[in-house]
Nanobody
Framework: QVQLVESGGGLVQPGGSLRLSCAASGSIFVRIYPMGWYRQAPGKQRELVAT?????????GDSVKGRFTISRDNVKNTVTVYLQMNSLKPEDTALYYCNLATPGRAYWGQGTQVTVSS
């Protein structure tokens, strides 16, 4: 059973930084597929933040380009994906979800809250 466990959210002032982590385990295939981060603010649709392939090719949503960096560590049957968030803005406030995209289905973490406020 694939599991995604997120950590690293919290409260930060505008201009500050946070790093989110997501550990994926439970299948030998987790290291094969793309992973990513999405976010959802109250009253808004879930949106792409960043994705990364197993070979390290990254893709970013327009609103975070130049400020956020996604990376991943493949170690045996566990993959950890990181999201380094710099120059945070109040509009980055949202529930951030980790995602693993397989051909059969998408897996989601439970979400970690990021709040940017002074």
């Amino acid at each position: 059973q694939v599991q995604l466990v997120e950590s690293g959210g919290g409260l930060v002032q505008p201009g500050g930084s946070l790093r989110l982590s997501c550990a994926a385990s439970g299948s030998i295939f987790v290291r094969i597929y793309p992973m990513g981060w999405y976010r959802q603010a109250p009253g808004k649709q879930r949106e792409l933040v960043a994705t990364i392939t197993n070979s390290g090719t990254a893709n970013y949503g327009d609103s975070v380009k130049g400020r956020f960096t996604i990376s991943r560590d493949n170690v045996k049957n566990t993959v950890t994906v990181y999201l380094q968030m710099n120059s945070l803005k109040p509009e980055d406030t949202a529930l951030y979800y980790c995602n693993l995209a397989t051909p059969g289905r998408a897996y989601w973490g439970q979400g970690t809250q990021v709040t940017v406020s002074s």
